[in-house]
């Protein structure tokens, strides 16, 4: 079956980077894009880009472009999400999630990564 | 500020049909057939429901189901249950990027 499991919730310094991990099973990982989407507390979905993980290729929201960088390791079928300059409003749920084209919205998705950015 | 405007609550009783719009351009939901629906429950991972506006996945309940009618889409779930008590996001493709609504909390009185 398909699964997506993220690491472990993180707490971070203000200025800091976090890189939140997402390794994928049960599919064939380079056949299907994958997105990264955040929720803060109590608030809705916000997208913040995709990763082909075939080719590596990689469009940003543009609320975080400069900001974020989504790489790939296709050995392991894994997918990284890296948020630079943190601030606290970065604190979120960070959640990956595939779909077949990168047009489309998500099928299945990651269990979700806290991510707290706190002095 | 979501793309995409969604009602900020519905309710509804036990066995009643309810439904939810999604209001966004000709750029996004006018332009392309691929609204989906989540739901998500507290939590939880969103879950997805309808794809490509009115298609199910596999496994998901014929009491949802979706439509569109011009920039707006809608999610119409009839028979309402207990457990349908959740937040619902709507999500277009707006050419670049996908974009969500800012969600509906659907509560069953």
């Known amino acids: 079956q398909v699964q997506l499991v993220q690491s472990g919730a993180e707490v971070m310094k203000p200025g800091a980077s976090v890189k939140v991990s997402c390794k994928a099973s049960?599919?064939?990982?380079?056949?299907?894009?994958m997105h990264w989407v955040r929720q803060a507390p109590g608030q809705g979905l916000e997208w913040m880009g995709i990763?082909?993980?075939?080719?590596?290729?990689?469009t940003y929201a543009q609320n975080f472009q400069g900001r974020v960088t989504m790489t790939r390791d296709t050995s392991t079928s894994t997918v990284y999400m890296e948020l630079s300059s943190l601030r606290s409003e970065d604190t979120a749920v960070y959640y990956c999630?595939?779909?077949?084209?990168?047009?489309?919205?998500?099928?299945?998705w990651g269990q979700g990564t806290l991510v707290t950015v706190s002095s | 500020q979501s793309a995409l405007t969604q009602p900020a609550s519905v309710s509804g009783s036990p066995g009643q049909s309810i439904t939810i719009s999604c209001t966004g351009t000709?750029?996004?939901?006018?332009?392309?057939?691929?609204v989906s629906w989540y739901q998500q429950h507290p939590g939880r991972a969103p879950k997805l429901l309808i794809y490509?506006?009115?298609k199910r996945p596999s496994g998901v309940s014929n009491r949802f189901s979706g439509s569109k009618s011009g920039n707006t889409a809608s999610l119409t779930l009839s028979g309402l249950q207990a457990e349908d008590e959740a937040d619902y996001y709507c999500?277009?493709?707006?050419?670049?990027?996908?974009?969500f609504g800012g969600g509906t909390k659907l509560t069953v009185l």
């Open positions: 990763i082909n993980p075939s080719g590596g290729s990689t």
């Open positions: 999630a595939r779909s077949y084209f990168d047009s489309s919205g998500p099928d299945y």
């Open positions: 490509e506006v009115n």
């Open positions: 049960g599919y064939t990982f380079t056949s299907y894009y």
């Open positions: 999500c277009s493709y707006t050419g670049s990027r996908i974009s």
């Open positions: 000709s750029s996004d939901v006018g332009n392309y057939d691929l």
